[in-house]
């Protein structure tokens, strides 16, 4: 970031590089579309370009870009709850693609699904601040004191959301394993 505050564009395009796929990650677990992440993600970027000149180098980059993309997440939510119709941009639900050619073990596949499918429910009905702890740790991959930074909350308070996060989707999963034994 420092080179690139002093004039370097390919320390950018590094940034770019090195950050992309992470917080485009993590943008999508918080907004839960595609296309919708994908704008977010350019906004990022954009505000990262617009911004340079504010970071300090007292945090690390990743605090800092990892709340830009927090704040713009809560921006959007807060403009969808004004608006009281689905966007146009997201496809019907049975619109989505498939794959034809799965082949192997089809039921194994299809329990994958479902198991996959019962982990997104479980971590979309957490509470938000615990959503929000979890997503930051095991997508971003984040440690405790940033997400403390991110959040401005104390550490042992993103500590223990993150316990109680835990502990929400380790009984929803067996929930889950209970149900589906026979």
């Not at 941009?89 to 050619?101: F, K, L, M, Q």
Request: proline share 4%.
């Amino acid at each position: 970031m420092l080179r690139f505050q002093r004039g370097d564009i390919g320390a950018f395009a590094q940034l770019v590089q090195r950050h992309k796929t992470p917080l485009y990650n993590f943008v999508l677990r918080y907004v839960h579309s595609s296309s919708v992440a994908e704008d977010l993600l350019q906004d990022v970027l954009l505000k990262v370009v617009q911004r340079s000149s504010e970071f300090k180098h007292e945090a690390r980059f990743s605090t800092w870009v990892y709340t830009i993309a927090r704040n713009l997440c809560i921006d959007h939510f807060r403009k969808v709850s004004v608006r009281h119709h689905d966007s146009l941009d997201d496809a019907p639900e049975g619109a989505r693609s498939r794959d034809p050619g799965l082949g192997g073990d089809v039921e194994r596949v299809a329990q994958s699904r479902e198991l996959r499918d019962h982990i997104v429910a479980a971590v979309e009905a957490l509470p938000d601040d615990q959503r929000e702890v979890f997503l930051l740790r095991e997508i971003a991959n984040l440690p405790f004191k940033e997400i403390a930074v991110i959040t401005d909350t104390p550490e042992n308070t993103v500590k223990s959301r993150m316990r109680y996060a835990l502990e929400r989707l380790q009984s929803a999963l067996r929930t889950h394993e209970e149900d589906a034994s026979p």
